[in-house]
């Protein structure tokens, strides 16, 4: 039961993930675009390359002859996936569930058109001439985002014709990889945004977290909290469309499937083949298994008899605003003064406006007034300061 797992991606969801596996024994190598990576920090080894580079890529896959690869973020050459599995190595969750997840306009595609989900109408745009048709077919309100991009980058909603150049050119300046298409999407009047943490078991049916409210600016989550409030029609749906859309791209693993819920049902949103930046409010102990907990149990076919909520709980981000190569986090007592009250300081060796560089967690009993505990777990994050 030893694997020796390269991960690609080391940001934060990849370190706690790194010591989950740790925990159960695996070795595992950290690979990232830069030194110091948070996931390097606590993994056996760690490598530096461009992911974005096939040659490089296959060479550290040569090197390390991994029995697993686990990607942690969307940025990397995935159409290699299909060769490495070829070769016997086991792609997480697949390498369909990586090409297609990379890119907007194939998952997209996927969930509207081949499976029927609920989603926004959509259309997708190379050139701003295409854009400005894009935008008079969808109207204004729209949410305007790369087709692959991480953490929100990128992403904006246009809400009158003088923004149009800008947000089109800050959509495309902030594409990750070679992929310059942008995605227009309708505006989904939704009265809240959730997560479903969906996993996927070699030998077991899929089962399914409770689910995780979430509230984002900029297209990035600031805070998450579990359970959220749903009605069991909405979350019926929800779990029906997870199941879907994540047996066709096929493989084990632990999903992010994300909707809207609305006054007219559930909508499709978007979907990560891997732990979630929302999900890390399950390290507030408001579940028996941590969302990094299930992914490495997955990933190595171990068993998961259940799924339970213990607690509430809350995640509340703590962000950089300025550019740094040297910093201090201070703060850290006052935030834990607090009762229920933990922090985790991810490492990032840099800082730069908008970067999440820790994050507050709150829980309390299951039944706990969640407006209270949000207010609770947001003045422990304020505690926190980069300077």
Not at 37 to 44: F, I
Not at 52 to 80: F, Q, S, Y
Not at 87 to 98: E, T
Not at 191 to 210: D, M, R, S, Y
Request: hydrophobic share 40%; glycine share 6%; aromatic share 8%.
């Amino acid at each position: 039961m030893h694997k020796k797992i390269l991960l690609l991606g080391s940001g934060e969801l990849g370190k706690e993930l790194v010591i989950s596996l740790k925990r159960l024994g695996q070795t595992v190598i950290a690979t990232d675009s830069y030194a110091e990576a948070p996931a390097m920090q606590v993994a056996d080894s760690f490598e530096i390359i461009d992911m974005l580079n096939g040659k490089e890529l296959d060479a550290v896959v040569a090197k390390h002859k991994p029995d697993l690869i686990v990607p942690e973020i969307e940025a990397i050459r995935t159409e290699r996936f299909y060769d490495y599995e070829k070769q016997g190595i086991q792609v997480v969750p697949s390498a369909k569930a990586a090409n297609y997840t990379m890119n907007r306009k194939l998952i997209r595609d996927l969930a509207s058109k081949e499976l029927g989900l609920r989603t926004a109408n959509y259309f997708y745009a190379t050139t701003f001439e295409e854009f400005t048709t894009a935008v008079q077919e969808i109207g204004l309100p729209c949410v305007v985002k790369p087709l692959m991009s991480s953490s929100g980058k990128g992403q904006s909603v246009l809400k009158n014709d003088a923004d149009q150049q800008t947000v089109f050119d800050y959509a495309i300046n902030n594409s990750r990889g070679d992929i310059k298409e942008v995605i227009i999407e309708e505006f989904i009047a939704f009265h809240t945004e959730i997560t479903l943490l969906t996993v996927t078991q070699k030998n077991g049916k899929t089962l399914f977290c409770p689910p995780i409210g979430h509230r984002q600016e900029r297209g990035d989550y600031q805070e998450s909290w579990q359970p959220v409030a749903i009605s069991e029609n909405d979350y019926t749906d929800a779990c029906e469309m997870a199941e879907k859309v994540t047996r066709a791209l096929t493989g084990a693993g632990l999903w992010g499937v994300e909707f809207f819920l609305t006054d007219k049902g559930v909508y499709f949103s978007e979907l990560s083949p891997r732990p979630h930046d929302t999900g890390m409010v399950t390290l507030a102990g408001t579940q028996n298994l941590s969302e990094f907990e299930l992914h490495a149990r997955t990933i190595l076919g171990l068993p998961i008899p259940e799924i339970k909520l213990e607690k509430a709980g809350v995640s509340a981000v703590v962000l950089a605003n300025k550019t740094l190569e040297q910093f201090t986090i201070t703060g850290i007592e006052k935030a834990l003064e607090q009762l229920n009250t933990d922090v985790r300081v991810f490492g990032k060796p840099t800082t730069r406006p908008y970067r999440r560089m820790a994050v507050a967690l709150v829980n309390a009993e299951i039944d706990a007034d969640m407006n209270t505990v949000r207010v609770k777990a947001k003045a422990a994050a304020d505690c926190i300061t980069i300077q």
